[in-house]
């Protein structure tokens, strides 16, 4: 186990499928942005935009244009025939989108995302990205409802709530290093 504070919670955070309704404030939300807007981005371009949508009759209509979206597809079928919302009754969604900035301005978007996810879980909230929401979250229609221009890209969208069930983190296989050149005459490899 480890005893430094952000390890510990980068292994404690796990992706939350079940929400209870409350909502996160909005002290908390602008916390989580503010941690989101302190990853590395290149060229100092802050590329991000972030729309915050705490109306759950609006999720719900997200969900459904998703969903609508996976008709005729083998692995919806069942899911179909449910209710099942493809934002687990979370009651925040937080979407990121990325301006033009140049090649990197996606990967900045997501280190945005994953600085979110890790300050949410250490604030005791939930977190899942929906990568199914983005289609949905790119037509014109939502990109209005949004103030989510044409020419940005809509990168991640990030479910936020306190969870309605403990989660326990997923594991991982150890990392594969397929090379580590160590300092000649250490006895390394190359
Ligand atoms: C780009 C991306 C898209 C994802 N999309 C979904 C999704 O649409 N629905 C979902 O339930 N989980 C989604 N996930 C969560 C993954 O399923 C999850 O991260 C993975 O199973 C590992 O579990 P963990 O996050 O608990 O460690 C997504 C994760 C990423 C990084």
Not at 19 to 29: E, K, M
Not at 74 to 101: H, Q
Not at 149 to 158: E, Y
Request: glycine content about 6%; overall charge neutral; proline content about 6%.
């Amino acid at each position: 186990m480890v005893s430094n504070p952000v390890l510990q919670v980068i292994r404690q955070r796990c992706s939350v499928r079940a929400y209870s309704p409350d909502l996160v404030d909005a002290d908390t939300i602008r916390t989580l942005l503010d941690a989101a807007t302190r990853a590395p981005t290149a060229m100092h371009s802050e590329p991000w935009v972030f729309a915050v949508v705490q109306d759950i009759a609006r999720l719900h209509r997200y969900s459904e244009m998703a969903k609508a979206g996976w008709r005729g597809r083998e692995f919806a079928t069942a899911l179909l025939r449910t209710d099942f919302n493809i934002f687990y009754g979370a009651s925040t969604l937080i979407v990121i989108a990325a301006r033009p900035s140049g090649p990197f301005a996606v990967a900045d978007c997501w280190l945005a995302a994953e600085n979110l996810m890790l300050a949410a879980t250490a604030m005791g909230l939930g977190t899942c990205c929906v990568g199914s929401a983005i289609d949905a979250l790119s037509t014109p229609a939502v990109r209005e409802e949004l103030h989510i221009a044409q020419s940005l890209t809509v990168v991640a969208a990030i479910i936020v709530g306190r969870p309605a069930e403990p989660c326990l983190p997923a594991s991982r296989k150890p990392a594969e290093v397929v090379s580590w050149i160590q300092p000649q005459g250490e006895g390394g490899t190359s």
